[in-house]
């Protein structure tokens, strides 16, 4: 059950997010405010077409339910959001290796049980979607420890696949206003040796084959007239 919030949920850092439809969920994070620095237990959402807050009751400590925690990552896949790891003890260093879903109609968390081995503990990675799979990257899975290990979950499966590229290639993960992406794209040797990971992306220009045809055109119209 929802509730309607004026101003919008307490401040807070490092927290979690995702957009279904016209609403984007926020919960967990952490804040200084109270003390040291504590993670929070609580959901919201946001109407983006309204500008309008509202507090759900669907976080309520459970087995269920994600751990207290800040710097978890977060997707969703059609009205599903998924969030995995997150770091919940500051000191000492504690991250989740659980992953978790909010079925969004239903407004309940559920702790998924995956088949395969699954990533470790880690917290700072990256979540995005791709045709349903859900694509963890990255993160740090210790205190100076961080990760460049890419893993598949699959829905249907609850299966974890860690997911190998060969070749000069680089995965980027990114979005568009209509869906979450990973593509490769060319890794090209740096141009200055003291820039070791100078990353460039190579796109053709149809500048100059337009000016071409411009100047052509020109020159057929110029020929016609003193005709």
């Known amino acids: ?29 952490g804040t200084s405010l109270d003390g040291p620095y504590r993670s929070r237990l609580d959901l919201f959402s946001v109407n983006i077409l309204t500008e309008e807050w509202s507090s759900h009751k669907a976080h309520v400590r459970s087995p269920e339910t994600p751990p207290p925690c800040w710097d978890a990552a977060a ?3 059609g009205n599903t959001i998924y969030t995995h790891g997150g770091r919940t003890s500051w000191s000492p260093f504690r991250v989740s290796d659980e992953l978790y879903k909010l079925m969004v109609e239903e407004m309940r968390w559920r702790r998924v049980t995956t088949r395969r081995t699954k990533p470790a503990g880690r917290h700072g990675a990256a979540m995005c979607s791709v045709d ?58 740096p141009i200055n040796s003291s ?33």
């Open 132 to 189: 349903g799979k859900v694509l963890l990257m990255g993160g740090s899975t210790g205190i100076g420890q961080h990760s460049n290990e890419l893993f598949e979950f699959d829905p249907q499966t609850s299966c974890w696949f860690p997911v190998t590229h060969t070749g000069n290639q680089q995965l980027v993960c990114g979005s568009n206003s209509n869906n979450s992406l990973l593509y490769p794209v060319p890794v090209y040797p």
């Open 195 to 227: 820039f070791p990971s100078t990353l460039h992306i190579a796109a053709p220009s149809l500048l100059p084959g337009f000016v071409s045809l411009v100047i052509t055109l020109l020159h057929l119209i110029s020929s016609t007239i003193n005709l």
């Open 75 to 77: 997707t969703c896949t």
């Open 1 to 29: 059950m929802a509730q309607s919030l004026e101003g919008g949920p307490p401040a807070r850092a490092f927290h979690e997010s995702a957009v279904v439809e016209d609403k984007m969920f926020v919960w967990g994070g």
